[in-house]
């Protein structure tokens, strides 16, 4: 069975950083063969892709929303990925969640196909 499990979350201020980690981990499956992307989801608000990479880190997406604060990244020896935020704003308060998929990092972030494993979310506060 894939586990799937984010790391990091938690309270910080307008202005501040915070880095999320997610490892995979299972029998059979081969981190590097999936695209990897974070979601989140604020209260009364749908899901949205919030930022992905291709297995080989060569394409990242990123929402509109976060360009030039969150860096996306991974390390495929050690089957972890991670979402550096910075200048995080009251807006980007959610549950974010870790997903791995096949497919383009742009359409897998865009909803158009679904992602094949997801973990359980971490919430991320941000207060003003």
């Known amino acids: 069975q894939v586990q799937v499990a984010e790391s990091g979350g938690g309270l910080v201020q307008a202005g501040g950083s915070l880095t999320l980690s997610c490892t995979v981990s299972?029998?059979?499956?081969?981190?590097?063969?999936?695209?990897m992307g974070w979601f989140r989801q604020a209260p009364e608000k749908k899901r949205e892709g919030v930022s992905c990479?291709?297995?080989?880190?060569?394409?990242?997406h990123y929402a509109d929303s976060v360009k030039g604060r969150f860096t996306i990244s991974r390390d495929n020896a050690e089957n972890i990925m991670t979402l550096q935020m910075n200048n995080l704003k009251p807006d980007d308060t959610a549950m974010y969640y870790c997903?791995?998929?096949?497919?383009?990092?742009?359409?897998?972030?865009?909803?158009?196909?679904?992602?094949?494993?997801w973990g359980k979310g971490i919430l991320v506060s941000v207060s003003s």
């Open positions: 997903a791995a998929g096949i497919g383009v990092p742009s359409v897998l972030c865009g909803g158009q196909y679904p992602m094949d494993y």
């Open positions: 299972g029998p059979r499956f081969r981190f590097d063969d999936y695209a």
């Open positions: 990479i291709s297995w080989n880190s060569l394409s990242r």
